[in-house]
């Protein structure tokens, strides 16, 4: 392969930029060059990419969300758009096209490949961490400490008053960055979509740690949690142990920023990983992280499965740990 293809597809995540980068100079250091679309599958179905060679993607392994843009197009659901941007693609020279995002984006792609015959890669990158075949996204590790940055500056406000706080993180449906927040920022409960009826257990446990004497309480609510959001959990919680309360919703602050370190390795790796397996002619594979290495998986075996469930043993251990 002479030239490939790259875009960020769905929710932006620090650390897309790490990928964009390894998967440029990886491309460039081995004579072949690179088109990045512009906005996702929205720049692919329009023809709509910029070049990236190595000085375009100078600069930018520390910073958050994405230069080329993301989107989560619907014109690409229709099979007659993919034909028309694949022929297009190939008469724009490229051979391939890697894809940064989370299962909905390899979704796109996989029909790419199977109905098109375009060869694709993806790399997972969603701060959710709800990736099959993945130990982690892209992006997750950045969000859960921009959460924890937040409710340790909480907590100070949480001691000094006695006011218990509601702490909204994203996850319209996995608790991946609820459960790792709560524990490592010492939360007093937390509440995830995929554990129901969890709110009269919490207000319980709450009642007894008040009466212990505890000052300081912070509730961890991922945004999808059955019971609504820390809006609706604050209330009812507030109201049956007549205590004060406040909310505060972290919303899109998590997924922007700095990338960790963490992140910016495992882009690297994946971005540079990609790359090598398109140039090498292997199609079709997601270069998933596990047990700590970058490995290639059949994006086949990605898509077929649910999204992976969290680890619900952290729900246990924050409130093992309350105090
Ligand atoms: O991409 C993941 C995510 O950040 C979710 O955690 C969140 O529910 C959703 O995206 C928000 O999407 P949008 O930015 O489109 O409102």
């Excluded at 890669?121 to 892209?138: F, R």
């Excluded at 609510?221 to 505060?248: I, M, Q, T």
């Excluded at 002619?281 to 997601?286: A, F, K, L, Y």
């Excluded at 992280?289 to 086949?300: D, I, T």
Aim: charged share 20%; proline share 3%; glycine share 14%.
């Amino acid at each position: 392969m002479k030239r490939l293809g790259i875009l960020t597809s769905g929710g932006d995540g620090p650390g897309m930029n790490a990928a964009l980068r390894a998967a440029v100079r990886t491309v460039t250091s081995r004579g072949a060059t690179m088109a990045g679309y512009i906005d996702g599958f929205a720049g692919f179905v329009e023809a709509n990419f910029v070049e990236l060679d190595d000085r375009a993607v100078g600069n930018i392994i520390q910073r958050g969300g994405t230069i080329i843009g993301t989107s989560r197009s619907q014109a690409f659901l229709d099979p007659q758009v993919r034909e028309r941007a694949a022929t297009q693609m190939r008469s724009d020279g490229i051979d391939g096209l890697i894809i940064v995002g989370g299962d909905g984006s390899f979704r796109g792609a996989l029909a790419l490949q199977d109905e098109c015959g375009v060869p694709v890669a993806g790399i997972p990158g969603t701060i959710d961490n709800d990736v099959w075949g993945s130990d982690e996204t892209i992006g997750f590790d950045t969000a859960v400490n921009t959460a924890l940055l937040a409710i340790d500056q909480i907590r100070d406000t949480s001691v000094s008053t006695g006011m218990m706080f509601f702490v909204e993180v994203m996850g319209r449906t996995s608790g991946a960055i609820a459960l790792h927040t709560a524990v490592a920022g010492g939360a007093a409960g937390v509440l995830v979509p995929e554990a129901t009826d969890q709110t009269g257990r919490l207000v319980e446990q709450l009642r007894a740690s008040i009466s212990r004497g505890k000052r300081s309480h912070i509730i961890v609510v991922a945004e999808g949690d059955e019971a609504g959001g820390a809006f609706s959990v604050g209330a009812a919680v507030g109201k049956a142990l007549n205590h004060p309360y406040r909310v505060v919703v972290l919303g899109h602050i998590q997924r922007g920023g700095r990338p960790t370190m963490r992140d910016r390795l495992v882009a690297s790796e994946a971005g540079a990983m990609a790359a090598g397996a398109l140039l090498e002619g292997r199609t079709g594979v997601m270069i998933g992280r596990q047990g700590g290495r970058s490995v290639e998986v059949p994006l086949s075996e990605v898509v077929s499965h649910q999204h992976p469930q969290p680890n619900l043993a952290l729900l246990q251990l924050a409130q093992q740990l309350s105090g």
